[in-house]
């Protein structure tokens, strides 16, 4: 018998192929978009939640938005244990699917560690690009205890997850502009946009673009696993109409 044989599927076509199929309109504030899927213990609910809301409200998340699924036959692909419950939250990608959507021929690069000092993005330290793994880069580097998202919110120095995607740099006005709209309706994630032809916290990159590097959207989901706190984190996990989740 011949074995079945899968075929290898790196990240960025699973970024790429969430990228077409978000269809969030900031200025509307309606549409659908890629999300990030946490399973935690329901006896850890409270404190999981409590976590996620000061890392968001610290600015080191993606969007303020929120879901919390407790019925376990109500919820896409992801699939609860009896007493699991479930945190959606945005995925930045939704950041670059509303910038191609808009028109700007964004392209995701790479996801790293970023080292913040009194508030201010130094550099990356770590970095795996999208096109050279099969698995998610933040993933991989939540895995590795890497983080310390804890100390960036209570001191303003630490390191966070973050990823970075270029544009043509004559989009520059444009994405400007998208990331503003993009804000006003609380996807504030955006950690750095460089000038063109220079490196991006300390990372070089293509001729001719510019850079930018949006806040982790797992940020949170790290700031719980340093507490000790069993979670089960899935980036990038599914597609959610934006209306079902509330701003917190």
Not at 82 to 102: F, Q
Not at 122 to 138: A, E, H, K, M, N
Request: glycine share 6%; charged share 20%; hydrophobic share 45%.
């Amino acid at each position: 018998m011949t074995p079945v044989t899968r075929p290898i599927i790196f990240a960025i076509s699973r970024i790429e192929n969430m990228m077409y199929q978000t269809t969030f309109d900031p200025v509307e504030e309606k549409g659908m978009i890629a999300a990030n899927v946490s399973i935690i213990r329901e006896s850890d609910l409270e404190d999981a939640l409590s976590i996620f809301k000061e890392v968001m409200h610290s600015g080191l998340a993606v969007g303020s938005y929120m879901l919390v699924v407790r019925d376990q036959s109500s919820f896409g692909d992801v699939s609860l244990d009896e007493h699991e419950c479930a945190i959606v939250t945005p995925c930045s990608i939704t950041i670059d699917g509303v910038l191609l959507k808009c028109g700007v021929p964004v392209r995701p690069i790479f996801g790293g560690i970023v080292q913040i000092e009194n508030g201010v993005p130094v550099r990356f330290t770590d970095i795996l690009t999208y096109d050279s793994t099969t698995i998610d880069p933040i993933d991989v580097l939540m895995s590795q205890d890497l983080t310390s998202v804890t100390d960036v919110v209570a001191t303003g120095s630490g390191k966070i997850l973050a990823n970075a995607r270029i544009a043509p740099m004559y989009a520059r006005e444009r994405v400007e502009d998208v990331l503003d709209r993009l804000k006003a309706a609380n996807f504030n994630g955006i950690l750095w946009v460089s000038d063109p032809n220079t490196d991006v916290l300390g990372v070089p990159i293509e001729r001719d673009h510019i850079g930018i590097v949006a806040i982790g959207g797992t940020n949170p989901m790290a700031a719980v696993q340093e507490q000790a706190i069993p979670i089960r984190t899935y980036a990038l996990a599914e597609l959610i109409d934006i209306k079902k989740m509330e701003v917190v």
